[in-house]
T-cell receptor
Framework: AQKVTQAQTEISVVEKEDVTLDCVYE???????LFWYKQPPSGELVFLIR??????QNEISGRYSWNFQKSTSSFNFTITASQVVDSAVYFC????????????FGEGTQLTVNP | ETGVTQTPRHLVMGMTNKKSLKCEQH?????MYWYKQSAKKPLELMFV???????ENNSVPSRFSPECPNSSHLFLHLHTLQPEDSALYLC????????????FGSGTRLTVV
């Protein structure tokens, strides 16, 4: 069975603050893929990043960074110097090698960045 | 037009109506998916199609009937729905099932009255 937990249901910050969204996952697969998606009010899920289980290197893309730690089964997402446009629901997702096409999503974290 | 397009964006239907949701992708992908997003719940995978063939049905009630006439189009036919079926229905596509990432449409917000 696979499970993704995003313990933070809602986060509210003031613009320019740094914010970290937590993601903890469970899987029995030794090969798996982790994803982050952003869902703005318009509804579509926008792909942000994919990580495979053999690549624990942290990644930075502009103001976004991801911290993957297999030892704690976590794949956290940090936004540096947040902006109002970052306000959205963010989903962490997992696909195990044996789960075919199935993406297991967390329940999402609603991020609100206030001016 | 690029990406994944879903129509209509909003739909209100009675429990005795029959309606269809449409999804179209112009990305050359060969796998397409229907997801359901209900309030306060994680996204749920409903159906998977790969090269027009259904490869996964996640125990979805028969009042939801998918159709995939080709790799670019996916439909979800709805009939005799229940109010609890009200949700955002998202379509996605990918290049193969072992995909780098899924491209999602903007969804159809369905309200069953």
């Amino acid at each position: 069975a696979q499970k993704v937990t995003q313990a933070q249901t809602e986060i509210s910050v003031v613009e320019k603050e740094d914010v970290t969204l937590d993601c903890v996952y469970e899987t029995r697969d030794t090969t798996y893929y982790l994803f982050w998606y952003k869902q703005p009010p318009s509804g579509e899920l926008v792909f942000l990043i994919r990580r495979n289980s053999f690549d624990e290197q942290n990644e930075i893309s502009g103001r976004y960074s991801w911290n993957f730690q297999k030892s704690t089964s976590s794949f956290n997402f940090t936004i540096t110097a947040s902006q109002v446009v970052d306000s959205a629901v963010y989903f962490c997702a997992l696909r195990g090698r044996t789960s075919g096409s199935r993406l297991t999503f967390g329940e999402g974290t609603q991020l609100t960045v206030n001016p | 037009e690029t990406g994944v397009t879903q129509t209509p964006r909003h739909l209100v239907m009675g429990m005795t109506n029959k309606k269809s949701l449409k999804c179209e992708q112009h990305l050359g992908h060969n796998a397409m998916y229907w997801y359901k997003q209900s309030a306060k719940k994680p996204l749920e995978l409903m159906f998977v199609y790969n090269f027009k063939e259904q490869t996964e049905n996640n125990s979805v009630p028969s009042r939801f009937s998918p159709e995939c006439p080709n790799s670019s189009h996916l439909f979800l036919h709805l009939h005799t729905l229940q109010p609890e079926d009200s949700a955002l229905y998202l379509c996605a596509s990918s290049q193969g099932q072992d995909a780098y990432g899924y491209t999602f449409g903007s969804g159809t917000r369905l309200t069953v009255v």
